[in-house]
């Protein structure tokens, strides 16, 4: 049982106590099983969504040069945060503990943040530019799906969750 300390008054102690078991216990099941690697995922995909929008939103600029982050990267960090919750905690339960990377990283209140490199390997244009329309698509679409298979995993997991706490499992 977890104690986070008392008023001082005489009989406030109890209420205290199971308030912060309260808490605990929302904080166990929010962080149990996939939720954390889920919630990492749509937020990474929710932050590259607006990179990419950008990106084509520019397209024609001249001098404009597309900037991205790698999935690649953000699936290695999310692999090694998963080894290690498994290696601490067995993996059923416990926060995602990801490390930031050259491209990912974590601000202040611990949110999930990029910092985006100018790929290289297109074709640049008279203009300066290094457009490649279709390779845009193509991140836009990967990215889309990404997004959506992890928000209707948590939707389904959400859904379990309220169906266990209204008791008709």
């Known amino acids: 049982m977890i104690w986070a300390g008392g008023s001082g008054r005489a009989g406030s102690g109890g209420a205290e106590l199971a308030g912060v078991a ?21 937020r990474f995909a929710a932050r590259r969504q607006v990179l990419l929008a950008h ?9 404009f040069q597309p900037r ?18 498994r290696s601490a905690t067995g993996g059923a339960h416990g926060r995602l503990d990801w490390r930031p990377t050259r491209e990912i990283l974590r ?6 943040r990029l910092k985006p490199r100018t790929p290289s390997g297109n074709i ?7 457009r490649d329309l279709e390779r845009l698509m193509q991140d836009l679409a990967e990215n889309v799906a ?15 969750l309220r169906a266990a706490i ?4």
């Open 166 to 169: 209204a008791e008709r499992v």
């Open 68 to 85: 991205n982050v790698s999935p690649a990267q953000f699936q290695k960090l999310l692999g090694e945060a998963i080894d290690r919750r």
């Open 22 to 42: 309260t808490v605990a216990f929302v904080d166990d099941v929010l962080s149990s099983g996939a939720l954390p690697s889920l919630a990492l995922t749509m």
């Open 146 to 160: 990404a997004f959506r298979l992890a928000s209707d995993l948590m939707r389904n997991r959400v859904a379990n």
């Open 55 to 63: 990106n084509i939103a520019n397209l024609d600029t001249p001098g």
């Open 107 to 112: 601000g202040p209140n611990g949110s999930l």
């Open 124 to 130: 640049l244009f008279h203009d300066r530019n290094n």
